[in-house]
């Protein structure tokens, strides 16, 4: 016998109430008048012993009546054993790790490392359960497909082994990535018949959960329906933090090169604090390693929330990094620091020379920012005498040239330079003297025959109408934000046609169908024809925004000046081609090998922070690796975030909880086929009926 709902029962106890107003004294009640009373003194009856309980039967009927309501209230039933001891379906638990960077909190990892083992526990010993990581990749420990994951006490055992052995990386977090691929995982294997698709799946993500996790990425994701999601936060003792980051290297244009010799250049710091940091007051100083250098020390203050950049100062000779301290953390307090040794390109301008500077191109060229982090680009104007001289120096790269008449004839020089590596940018930036002499030098410079230049008629302006996004130059372009390339317009242009070839690739259109810009690969260099200036008389082409990345485009087509730099971040892939035989050492000449890099398909990739040197055949340079700004930003989140992209949170519940609810589940089964409480209130309106019947016959009796 049992109860649903045993805490009605206690209903019962009303049946004191019957009791208590048999036990009541009454007054009699027939009344004799006198005439005068006010002599005597009331005398109440006296109560014998019988008059203190009467008529016990209706007072049982009435008790009886009570305790049947209450106990009906109370939903009894019958026990069946063999019904309620039925074995409960295994589940198949998906278990995400973050192993990001900031999980480098020894009392964020020593949380997270508890909350698994937390997990294991609750588990019933027909659970299955999987083990992913994620940092800036989902890596498999133990996956859903396993061998070893198909037998519930062998998942489990493999799961608590592998927990011994696992470690924070100082990659970023993409927890988008990993939440999507494993939602994506089950629902195929459902699908495929690999997982029974009645069974439950849950995944539990173990994650500091902080403001750069990755998540947006998970707007318009279609989350199945039948996955929970249980994210358990782990938080660290003391909250808050702060983090350095380079901002630049400054040394005087005039002394640049004396400077980065000698080592003798000065840096500024950004310093971000954390908006629930309860420090604010921080210091900075140049740093061997985690030693901070003496009397480099700056007092900084940085209320929460906020940022504060601080100009440090002249690097010592044997500083190589920037110490930050006095917040919570100290794992990202440090930012490494490389010398900038840079190289110098030459670009060669060779046109004409205007009255007024801004009708010139070579104005603009000359003071558009075109340099990079590791290469320094400088200007300088030509005569066409001079070229073949310039042309014949390593740090010419570029050339910028204007089809004037005496360039004409060194259409086979220029088209050499290019054939060695070089960048030959014709523009036809003003009306041509002699139409027909520049088409048999444009013939001649691009290998073709047949080409015809002419001066395009006169209208309002032309636009540029299409565009090869696919092309790297025009790539960075391709975002529906930045394509819209109506806001230039085209004063006066060159149309130029020649017969089609493969050799020559036409990358931009005007309206009229005309060509703006092509393309001619030769040998391994470049040849760029436009078909109008970049100065204000002929196109807004200058003074627009896309005049510096197109630009840039032209004079680096590989890109590689700009994909170069000296500093990167844990899990950045660097392009080593330019390496040959490439050998990588720490700051002291130390080999580095795996696990600390990855290298494939001619890139590099480090897997913790530090200053490394990258020593090819004939390229030897130091770059510095810093830990992902994403991992220093340490606010928390909180886990609604997750229903705001339509992602179900669901707690797992441990084997006791899921027994107990099962239970409760089973019991109530029972109970609603038994319905035991409707024929105890059926009893309870008969006993009343009784009652009501004895009850009216009483006090009839005693009337008469």
């Known amino acids: 016998m049992g109860m649903l709902a045993p805490l009605y029962a206690l209903a019962a106890l009303a049946v004191v109430g019957p009791i208590i107003f048999h036990l009541i004294r009454r007054q009699p009640q027939g009344q004799m008048q006198f005439s005068s009373l006010m002599f005597l003194s009331p005398s109440p009856p006296r109560l014998t012993r019988r008059s203190r309980l009467d008529n016990l039967l209706l007072l049982l009927l009435r008790a009886l009546a009570i305790v049947l309501i209450a106990l009906a209230f109370a939903r009894p039933y019958l026990r069946q054993e063999s019904f309620l001891n039925s074995?409960?379906?295994?589940?198949?638990?998906?278990?995400?790790?973050?192993?990001?960077?900031?999980?480098?909190?020894?009392?964020?990892?020593?949380?997270?490392?508890?909350?698994?083992?937390?997990?294991?526990?609750?588990?019933?010993?027909?659970?299955?359960?999987?083990?992913?990581?994620?940092?800036?990749?989902?890596?498999?420990?133990?996956?859903?497909?396993?061998?070893?994951?198909?037998?519930?006490?062998?998942?489990?055992?493999?799961?608590?082994?592998?927990?011994?052995?696992?470690?924070?990386?100082?990659?970023?977090?993409?927890l988008a990535k990993g939440l999507k691929s494993i939602a994506d995982l089950l629902s195929a294997s459902a699908i495929s018949g690999d997982l029974d698709p009645t069974a439950s799946s849950e995944i539990v993500l173990v994650t500091d959960l902080h403001t750069?996790?990755?998540?947006?990425?998970?707007?318009?994701?279609?989350?199945?329906?039948?996955?929970?999601?249980?994210?358990?936060?782990?938080?660290?003792?003391?909250?808050?933090?702060?983090?350095?980051s380079l901002m630049q290297a400054s040394a005087d244009d005039s002394e640049e090169k004396a400077s980065e010799s000698a080592g003798n250049f000065a840096v500024s710091v950004r310093v971000e604090n954390d908006a629930d940091s309860v420090a604010n007051t921080l210091q900075l100083s140049?740093?061997?390693?985690?030693?901070?250098?003496?009397?480099?020390?700056?007092?900084?203050?940085?209320?929460?929330?906020?940022?504060?950049?601080?100009?440090?100062?002249?690097?010592?000779?044997?500083?190589?990094?920037?110490?930050?301290?006095?917040?919570?953390?100290?794992?990202?307090?440090?930012?490494?620091?490389?010398?900038?040794?840079?190289?110098?390109?030459?670009?060669?301008?060779?046109?004409?020379?205007?009255?007024?500077?801004?009708?010139?191109i070579g104005y603009f060229l000359a003071r558009a920012p075109l340099d990079t982090e590791l290469v320094?680009?400088?200007?300088?104007?030509?005569?066409?005498?001079?070229?073949?001289?310039?042309?014949?120096?390593?740090?010419?790269?570029?050339?910028?040239?204007?089809?004037?008449?005496?360039?004409?004839?060194?259409?086979?020089?220029?088209?050499?330079?290019?054939?060695?590596?070089?960048?030959?940018?014709?523009?036809?930036?003003r009306e041509l003297d002699d139409p027909t002499q520049t088409a048999i030098f444009l013939d001649e410079l691009l290998s073709v025959s047949g080409t015809q230049v002419d001066e395009a008629p006169r209208k309002d302006f032309a636009l540029i109408a299409d565009v090869d996004f696919q092309h790297p130059i025009f790539a960075p372009f391709s975002d529906p934000r930045f394509n819209d390339f109506g806001k230039i317009r085209i004063w006066s242009h060159r149309q130029f046609t020649t017969p089609q070839s493969n050799d020559v690739a036409v990358l931009a259109a005007l309206d009229d169908e005309s060509p703006l810009l092509l393309e001619a690969k030769v040998g391994t260099g470049r040849i760029w024809v436009l078909t109008c200036g970049w100065q204000p008389a002929a196109s807004g082409l200058g003074l627009s925004s896309k005049f510096v990345p197109i630009l840039m485009g032209?004079?680096?087509?590989?890109?590689?000046?700009?994909?170069?730099?000296?500093?990167?971040?844990?899990?950045?892939?660097?392009?080593?081609?330019?390496?040959?035989?490439?050998?990588?050492?720490?700051?002291?000449?130390?080999?580095?090998?795996?696990p600390a890099i990855r290298l494939e398909d001619q890139r590099l990739s480090f897997n913790e922070p530090g200053l490394f040197w990258l020593v090819g055949e004939k390229l030897r340079?130091?770059?510095?690796?810093?830990?992902?700004?994403?991992?220093?930003?340490?606010?928390?989140?909180?886990?609604?975030?997750?229903?705001?992209?339509?992602?179900?949170?669901?707690?797992?519940d441990s084997d006791e909880t899921r027994k107990e609810s099962q239970r409760q589940l089973q019991v109530a089964e029972l109970e609603s086929k038994q319905r035991l409480w409707q024929w105890l209130i059926v009893a309870g309106l008969v006993v009343l009926g009784i009652e009501t019947v004895l009850a009216g016959l009483s006090n009839r009796g005693a009337a008469a």
């Open 376 to 429: 320094r680009r400088e200007v300088i104007n030509s005569p066409p005498v001079e070229l073949p001289g310039l042309l014949s120096e390593a740090e010419t790269k570029v050339v910028v040239a204007e089809p004037t008449q005496d360039l004409l004839g060194k259409a086979n020089v220029l088209r050499d330079f290019a054939a060695r590596g070089g960048i030959v940018l014709m523009c036809l930036s």
């Open 212 to 244: 750069d996790s990755r998540l947006e990425s998970l707007q318009g994701y279609p989350w199945p329906e039948s996955i929970r999601l249980d994210v358990r936060r782990v938080a660290p003792v003391m909250r808050g933090n702060a983090s350095p």
């Open 554 to 594: 032209l004079l680096d087509p590989t890109g590689r000046s700009r994909q170069s730099q000296f500093t990167y971040e844990v899990g950045d892939w660097i392009d080593v081609a330019d390496y040959g035989d490439l050998t990588v050492s720490s700051e002291n000449d130390q080999p580095v090998t795996d």
């Open 87 to 174: 074995t409960l379906q295994g589940r198949l638990i998906v278990a995400i790790l973050d192993t990001s960077g900031s999980m480098q909190r020894v009392d964020v990892w020593q949380a997270a490392q508890l909350e698994m083992q937390k997990l294991l526990d609750s588990l019933a010993p027909n659970d299955r359960i999987a083990l992913y990581t994620i940092d800036k990749e989902l890596e498999a420990v133990l996956a859903v497909d396993d061998e070893n994951s198909t037998e519930s006490a062998a998942s489990q055992q493999t799961v608590r082994t592998a927990l011994k052995t696992l470690r924070p990386t100082w990659h970023r977090t993409e």
């Open 621 to 652: 340079r130091q770059i510095a690796v810093q830990i992902p700004a994403s991992e220093s930003r340490l606010l928390p989140l909180d886990t609604d975030i997750f229903n705001q992209y339509g992602i179900p949170l669901g707690k797992v």
């Open 286 to 360: 140049w740093a061997n390693g985690e030693r901070a250098l003496p009397g480099t020390s700056t007092t900084i203050q940085v209320p929460p929330g906020q940022v504060r950049v601080v100009p440090l100062g002249t690097r010592p000779s044997d500083g190589n990094g920037i110490l930050l301290q006095g917040d919570a953390w100290g794992g990202d307090n440090t930012a490494f620091v490389v010398e900038p040794v840079r190289s110098v390109e030459r670009i060669v301008y060779s046109g004409s020379v205007q009255n007024k500077p801004e009708n010139d």
